[in-house]
């Protein structure tokens, strides 16, 4: 399985991004495909997560009401728009490949890491 990341960058607090994650090699008949972060100076955390057979999605706290997780299935690709950006959202944003279907998403490490994008919420 392979991830690519694209979509970070710069944004203003109270703005929008859309990240989208490339996914090839999966065959979207089991576990899920999300979205961790990486803060500076912070670990790691899940942020979301779309199921592969019915496309359920989980969010975190913290980006729950402000995220929302999709997939285009014939483009193969999952997506992360961000609205309403907080500087505490600046973070490395990795897409995943886990085994869970369901929130353990957000306690089990994945098993596969995209090689990241990194999106700066500042004035």
């Known amino acids: 399985v392979q991830l690519v990341e694209s979509g970070g960058g710069w944004v203003q607090p109270e703005g929008s991004l859309k990240l989208s994650c490339e996914v090839s090699g999966f065959t979207w008949d089991y576990g899920s495909i999300g979205w961790w972060r990486e803060a500076p100076g912070k670990d790691r955390e899940a942020a979301s997560s779309?199921?592969?057979?019915?496309?359920?999605?989980y969010y975190s706290d913290s980006v729950k009401g402000r995220f929302t997780v999709s997939r285009d299935l014939d483009k193969e690709t999952v997506y992360l728009q961000m609205n309403n950006l907080k500087p505490e959202d600046t973070a490395d944003y990795y897409c995943?490949?886990?085994?869970?279907?369901?929130?353990?998403?957000?306690?089990?490490?994945?098993?596969?890491w995209g090689q990241g994008t990194q999106v700066t919420v500042s004035s």
């Open positions: 779309i199921t592969s057979v019915d496309g359920r999605t």
């Open positions: 995943v490949e886990s085994l869970s279907n369901d929130k353990n998403f957000f306690k089990r490490d994945p098993l596969t």
